[in-house]
């Protein structure tokens, strides 16, 4: 009589010796593959990000001239920015600007995504999202240099324009107001269009039946957009303006190149001081500190943006 075991235990035991499953050993090729196809980019982020911030604020405590030796100073160059007038007007300057462009460009870029909700073509509409978006592909050097000519106050064509209607000559760019007025126009002509795209696809993702009901209830018009579109629209709204204004909190290539910072500081950005003492005046710890302050700011603005957002975001 044989007894050998019931099929069903002898596969049993076959699967309890076999190896290690197909399926273990597949997950294990992908995980490496994955971390294959990732290393450049963890590489290039840590030699060309982390490492330079690392070693940016190492610097801060160190006086360098790039020529002799690195000396440390402690605190020495905090105390020394705290008490430079420079410095204090330059991030003024900085200020100002983060609010009045930042306005200007989150206000022109939400009200033209407004605008382009009505009906009109797909061809047309394609248009003006092109047409829109196309400045903020192009330098912001030769942007610059192209504007700096036309609000020349001789020969550019924004003051002849104006002498056509009667109006003098405006100095644009000699006088501390116009100089101001010019950096904010360029910069926020050139980089509205990033915002407007956001607001675009934001209002492309609104349920259209909302607006039907709205429509149904009598809400039309502004009603229907402060009542229905702004509320659905918050989420992309913070995320427009947390982007806009770390942008703009590190404006440079436009005040640089319309004006140098002038007249006086009366367009000095923080950026500006940074590369001036980098690379004019080889204070290279004195830049680095000033660098560090202008990211503490950046990060606690972004801090305070998101703390306030649970008040006015609102998530479907």
Known sequence: MSTAPPLAVREARRSQQAPAAPETVRRSGYRLLAWILLAPTLIGMGVFTLVPIAGSVVLAFFRWDIISAPEFVGLANFAEIATDPTVRVSFLNTIVFVVVAVTLQLGIALGLAALLQARMPSWLRMFFRSTFFFPLILSAASVSIFMRYLFNEQFGVVNWLLSLVGIPAVPWLTTSQGAAAVVVLVYVWQNFGFSFLLFIGGMASIPKELNEAASIDGATGWKQFRNVTLPLLSPTTLVASVM???????????????????????????????????????????????????MLLIMAVTFVQFRLSRRFVFYQ
Request: no cysteine; hydrophobic share 50%; net charge negative.
């Open 244 to 294: 806009a204004v770390i942008s703009a909190l590190q404006v440079f290539d436009q005040p640089y190149v319309l004006t140098r910072g002038g007249p006086g500081d009366s367009t000095r950005t923080a950026v500006m001081v940074i590369f001036e003492s980098a690379f004019q005046q080889l204070e290279f710890g004195r830049a680095s500190a000033i660098g560090l302050v202008l």
